[in-house]
T-cell receptor
Framework: GAVVSQHPSWVICKSGTSVKIECRSL??????MFWYRQFPKQSLMLMAT?????????EQGVEKDKFLINHASLTLSTLTVTSAHPEDSSFYIC??????????????FGPGTRLTVL | GDSVTQMEGPVTLSEEAFLTINCTYT??????LFWYVQYPGEGLQLLLK?????DKGSNKGFEATYRKETTSFHLEKGSVQVSDSAVYFC??????????FGQGTRLTINP
């Protein structure tokens, strides 16, 4: 299957600072990328969906001004957690899909980024 | 709304044991059903899927049958290996809508 990477895999930051997480599709062009959040022993919760070159669509209850998503190219999406607070500590996972008909509509997932806000 | 419920983990088995991880769903319409696996340090990978009632998905010795009458999609494997140790997620999806995941089940296989 296709490969998606995330960087960093683990980050610790101070409360009030901003953190950027990168998600890259390494061997395919991801026309759509998804960002998920996972709390311990809970399922993945979709935060937002972004199409390349368009503004992200956020799920209900997700603050778009706090979780800034950029999908400027077909191989890179970034999630910036602005003014992070301890309650933002979580495991963030991205995934991507190719154009319809290419790789089907299967989502390919990154390995996740663990964010800890002190 | 639509939801997926998996058996609580962690599940610990000995090598060559029979595995069942239960998954039930609540959804209107006719969702497609999926099992994803996440090995340590890696992203979720699609393990198998079924798109309509009575379909059986299979891969790497794992199987799951789409049972509409019981709204279930239980994952089974006849003889597990240490390399099957991972977290397993059941999920559903309707058309172009988003994937809805269960909470995941951590499986540990001891030699």
């Amino acid at each position: 299957g296709a490969v998606v990477s995330q960087h960093p895999s683990w980050v610790i930051c101070k409360s009030g600072t901003s953190v950027k997480i990168e998600c890259r599709s390494l061997d395919f062009q991801a026309t759509t990328m998804f960002w998920y959040r996972q709390f311990p022993k809970q399922s993945l919760m979709l935060m937002a969906t972004s199409n390349e070159g368009s503004k992200a669509t956020y799920e209900q209850g997700v603050e778009k001004d706090k979780f800034l998503i950029n999908h400027a190219s077909l191989t890179l999406s970034t999630l910036t957690v602005t003014s992070a607070h301890p309650e933002d500590s979580s495991f963030y996972i991205c995934s991507g899909t190719g154009a319809m008909g290419f790789l089907g509509s299967e989502q390919f997932f990154g390995p996740g980024t663990r964010l800890t806000v002190l | 709304g639509d939801s997926v419920t998996q058996m609580e983990g962690p599940v610990t088995l000995s090598e060559e044991a029979f595995l069942t991880i239960n998954c039930t769903y609540t959804a209107t319409g006719y969702p497609s059903l999926f099992w994803y696996v996440q090995y340590p340090g890696e992203g979720l990978q699609l393990l198998l899927k079924a798109t309509k009632a009575d379909d059986k998905g299979s891969n790497k010795g794992f199987e799951a049958t789409y049972r509409k009458e019981t709204t279930s999609f239980h994952l089974e494997k006849g003889s597990v290996q240490v390399s099957d140790s991972a977290v397993y997620f059941c999920a559903l999806k309707k058309g172009a809508q988003k994937l809805v995941f269960g909470q995941g089940t951590r499986l540990t296989i001891n030699p």
